[in-house]
């Protein structure tokens, strides 16, 4: 307890992972969990809420090399490449105008820096996935069997909500550490006139992209972010996306022996999908700017098979 609000205590945040359950809701076979909630009337309505034909990012540039790994070929005539004699399009070998460059990149997405979307495969509880699916399906040669990010192969096509919680406790950011709450929600709904109804991607700024601009990426595990108290109220309003300038979970979580509750809880026990790491500064300056804080929100994974996630980058329409 604290004196502006009441906290639920690490049972209650325990008992999240049956009384918010969605195993069975849309089917015992059920991948999608919460994505379901984006039915095709709600892609409509999501079209419409460009109003103004502006797009812009929500996500960073993956920085080389400190978080991709990449080898570069470049060949400035490719008739000159070695084999080049042994092609069986002629063209190939006498075209002495054409060259090229390739890449061979690897990438360790999850984590504090990189733009990108978990899927439900990303987290167990208790040895179990999203819908009570066991954690050996996901193989080490083969990746997950189970939610991976391959069941979002259509796209995430939804309308976008973002809530400034930085503009509405009138900061240029919140300090590590510092969690967003129910009531931070409602008030940037009554604030910036947008209410988050069903099949909704809720992004939340909490102003960790400009510290990001500002300093540079921080190290460290503390920062801003979500509140276990707040999954509630998500899975009442139906949520289907959720996404943060940081990897959502406030840190510390506040609770003794849930490290990461919002993800959890999210992932195993809802089926709530996630953006960690968005950078939204110009969505919301974009925003103030038109005086509109939804949006066409548009989310495509990289159809890798078997894993748990994809670098992303989610892309907002006014």
Not at 55 to 80: F, H, L, N, Q, Y
Not at 217 to 224: D, H, L, N, R, V
């Amino acid at each position: 307890m604290t004196a502006e609000r009441p906290m639920p205590a690490q049972d209650d945040v325990l008992g999240y992972f049956d009384t918010l359950s969605n195993w069975g809701r849309w089917g015992d076979d059920d991948e999608l969990g919460t994505l379901n909630h984006i039915t095709d009337d709600v892609r409509l309505a999501a079209a419409r809420a460009v109003r103004h034909g502006r797009s812009v990012s929500c996500a960073w540039e993956v920085a080389v090399p400190e978080e991709m790994e990449r080898s570069t070929t470049t060949c400035p005539c490719a008739a000159d490449m070695p084999g080049a004699e042994d092609m069986p399009v002629p063209e190939f070998r006498n075209d002495r105008r054409w060259g090229f460059s390739n890449e061979r990149l690897g990438i360790m997405f999850h984590g504090n820096t990189v733009t990108h979307l978990d899927s439900p495969c990303h987290i167990f509880w208790d040895g179990k996935m999203y819908n009570g699916r066991s954690h050996s399906l996901v193989d080490a040669a083969t990746g997950s069997a189970w939610a991976a990010v391959t069941a979002a192969a259509n796209g995430i096509i939804t309308r976008g909500v973002l809530l400034d919680i930085a503009r509405v406790r009138d900061v240029p950011w919140l300090e590590p550490g510092q969690g967003v709450f129910p009531d931070d929600l409602e008030e940037a709904e009554r604030r910036q006139g947008v209410r988050v109804r069903a099949g909704d991607a809720v992004l939340l700024r909490t102003g960790h992209g400009r510290v990001r601009h500002e300093a540079g990426a921080a190290s460290g595990f503390t920062q801003a972010g979500w509140h276990a108290s707040c999954l509630p109220w998500l899975h009442e309003r139906q949520v289907a996306l959720i996404g943060a300038d940081t990897p959502q979970d406030v840190q510390p979580s506040g609770y003794k022996d849930v490290l990461m509750p919002v993800h959890a809880v999210s992932l195993v026990a809802m089926g709530l999908w996630m953006l960690d790491n968005c950078d939204l500064e110009v969505c919301a300056t974009t925003a103030a700017e038109l005086g509109q804080w939804d949006f066409h929100l548009a989310v495509a994974p990289v159809r890798l098979a078997g894993t748990s996630g994809s670098p992303v980058n989610p892309i907002a329409t006014f």
